[in-house]
């Protein structure tokens, strides 16, 4: 009696490759897990094509060592709204609060002017009074108001703007996600993603695919950002290295999968 082989344990990025890339790609195309029971070299998957055609498949993960290059790109550029009277300024330290950020920070200069609080991050007795200085205490933001300093500064006959700066790392945000091919290329480049590009180009097979899931850490702030918006596609496509054919790129907390072929880049809505 012939035993069925067990399937192999997936890790996280070779679970999400496995539920996303078929999906994607559609027309009943299907993919088996290739790298297990001790075989020497094999593909991390084969995608097998209704014609009878497959394809091979090496996944990866990428982040930051230590998320030490997290904010290498920031700039201390960014001007957040201030309805306020005081000057204020305020800082991050993660790009997944920048989003909440912006959209509570004239909110929470209006209840804190109100309230005479100075450091809304350290206003532990108002948590429970104000969902947004809750947010904020919570989150790797801060800001800091001057009740002592005018936002009007008559001097200059103008408004001193509330710049947002690293707390400690950071940088600007640039929307048009112009950043992104560069960034890509960036990773595919580190050491352990050349070595699955290698891996690929010994398979055999004409037709490659490299999976990468990126951690936000990965990516510069600038280019994070604008993934996690979700609106705007990138104008130019990463670099399709060695004879890979097909380089898919999912970042985590962002809404879609790139896909970039010779034809250019695609975006897929993640689920």
Same mark, same amino acid.
């Given at each position: 009696?012939?035993? $069925?082989?067990?399937?192999?344990? #997936?890790?996280?990025?070779?679970?999400?490759?496995?539920?996303?890339?078929?999906?994607?790609?559609?027309?009943?195309?299907?993919?088996?897990?290739?790298?297990?029971?001790?075989?020497?070299?094999?593909?991390?998957?084969?995608?097998?094509?209704?014609?009878?055609?497959?394809?091979?498949?090496?996944?990866?993960?990428?982040?930051?060592?230590?998320?030490?290059?997290?904010?290498?790109?920031?700039?201390?550029?960014? $001007?957040?709204?201030?309805?306020?009277?005081?000057?204020?300024?305020?800082?991050?330290?993660?790009?997944?609060?920048?989003?909440? #950020?912006?959209?509570?920070?004239?909110?929470?200069?209006?209840?804190?002017?109100?309230?005479?609080?100075?450091?809304?991050?350290?206003?532990?007795?108002?948590?429970?009074?104000?969902?947004?200085?809750?947010? #904020?205490?919570?989150?790797?933001?801060?800001?800091?108001?001057?009740?002592?300093?005018?936002?009007?500064?008559?001097?200059?006959?103008?408004?001193?703007?509330?710049?947002?700066?690293?707390?400690?790392?950071?940088?600007?945000?640039?929307?048009?996600?112009?950043?992104?091919?560069?960034?890509?290329?960036?990773?595919?480049?580190?050491?352990?993603?050349?070595?699955?590009?290698?891996?690929?180009?010994?398979?055999?097979?004409?037709?490659?695919?490299?999976?990468?899931?990126?951690?936000?850490?990965?990516?510069?702030?600038?280019?994070?950002?604008?993934?996690?918006?979700?609106?705007?596609?990138?104008? $130019?496509?990463?670099?399709?290295?060695?004879?890979?054919?097909?380089?898919?790129?999912?970042?985590?907390?962002?809404?879609?999968?790139?896909?970039?072929?010779?034809?250019?880049?695609?975006?897929?809505?993640?689920?």
């Amino acid at each position: 009696m012939t035993e $069925t082989p067990e399937t192999p344990e #997936l890790d996280k990025p070779e679970q999400v490759a496995f539920d996303v890339v078929a999906r994607l790609l559609g027309g009943g195309v299907t993919a088996e897990p290739n790298d297990h029971s001790g075989r020497q070299g094999a593909v991390d998957f084969l995608l097998h094509y209704p014609d009878g055609g497959d394809a091979a498949m090496e996944v990866t993960s990428a982040a930051a060592e230590g998320m030490r290059q997290l904010y290498s790109l920031l700039d201390a550029t960014q $001007t957040l709204p201030n309805p306020g009277e005081w000057t204020w300024s305020a800082t991050i330290d993660h790009p997944r609060d920048l989003p909440d #950020l912006i959209e509570r920070c004239g909110r929470i200069i209006e209840y804190c002017e109100a309230n005479g609080i100075e450091w809304p991050s350290y206003a532990y007795d108002h948590r429970f009074m104000n969902p947004d200085v809750a947010w #904020l205490i919570g989150s790797t933001a801060a800001m800091h108001g001057s009740p002592d300093l005018p936002k009007w500064d008559a001097e200059k006959n103008r408004e001193r703007p509330l710049f947002l700066t690293p707390g400690g790392r950071g940088g600007g945000v640039n929307e048009s996600l112009s950043k992104f091919a560069g960034a890509i290329d960036d990773v595919v480049a580190q050491g352990h993603v050349q070595k699955r590009v290698k891996k690929l180009g010994r398979s055999g097979l004409d037709e490659q695919h490299l999976f990468i899931l990126a951690d936000d850490t990965a990516l510069p702030f600038d280019v994070i950002y604008g993934l996690m918006r979700g609106t705007v596609t990138p104008p $130019t496509a990463p670099t399709l290295p060695g004879t890979v054919t097909h380089l898919w790129v999912l970042v985590t907390m962002t809404p879609r999968v790139f896909l970039v072929t010779a034809d250019g880049l695609r975006a897929f809505d993640r689920n």
